[in-house]
């Protein structure tokens, strides 16, 4: 009789939403550099893709990469189901007008004798290739420059870019998610850490320019079950776990990166964005570098594993409810010391939020 009104309680609690703040959250989100596709799968047959409900047009043209609306302005047909002419020109599959890298019409083969006088054009967006990813952002200024990769130049890494997977979830609360640490115990036991030792080490989160760091003590080692881990193919030895110090980062508002090293001196680095498509909907994209361990096999069993966990995580974060992160803090309850990274997280998100979609 009285455990059922409390629950009832806590459950419509936690479904309470103030949709006009949670949606600043997610509108800020366009002034942001995300990742819209592997840089390998973009080739001069245009790709659709929707970023923040924008549908937008990947292509390469003249070996550079152009995003555009994906919408042809002489009848609205989608340019991702057309043509590259002549490498450097989209043609509409309809009545086969063509833009070039810029998105300006060049040609409308009705009229050819109107070419360099058209005005008509399909909007472009601003894009960087880096780390084998393709970066778009929406809005012409970009609140932040792009997120930093180091490792991505040393050639000492393995680099690989793990296959993408659509989520049913908010944005920001996949990089809590993957950010948090008190879950690794709980639901990755066995694969990230151990059930029997649940604690979180003490740790540090600091602002730092556009990032969000934490770092723990210098001998805040964690046991890591050896046959999860990006173990590489070695020899295991004696001892079943491995012990390894890691601090990421979150550029913000949505990039983490991370910097593994484990106690032999063996690193495993990462880079994960997970790209809002809409307000409940993300496409996960992570490269993942190692700098030990054979080469040849590195693409399979850095995947393997990457998909491991995130098939873990993706039951739990697809059920969490409110969808958007809540806005007001004491929507949820956060442990002192344990949930500090997620309390800074969503301070500065709203920050964020607040100063961009201000009217
Ligand atoms: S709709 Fe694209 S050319 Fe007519
Ligand atoms: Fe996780």
Redesign the pocket.
Known sequence: MSTVPKLKQVVTRGNELNVEGEAKVYRSLRHFWHVVAYSHEVTDQPVGFTLCEQDIVIVRLNGEISVFDDL??????R?SI?TVRDGCRLE??????QFDQEGHLAL?PQRPDLAGHLRAQTRRYQSVEKYGMVWVCLEDKPHFPLPEYPVWDDPEFHYVAVPPDDWKCSAPRRVENYTDYSHFAILHDGYLADRTVPQVPPHDVWRNDNKLENLQGQDAWVRVPIDSAAWGGKDKPEDPYLRLRFNWRVFMPLTCVYDITFQDGNRYHLLFHPTPMGPKKIRNFTVSSRDFGDRNNAKQELSDFVKLIYDQDKYVVESQRPEELPEDLTKEMHLKGVDKFSVEYRLWLLELAKQLTRE
């Open positions: 042809c302005p002489h009848r609205g047909t340019l057309g509409c599959p309809y009545h086969g007008w409308a």
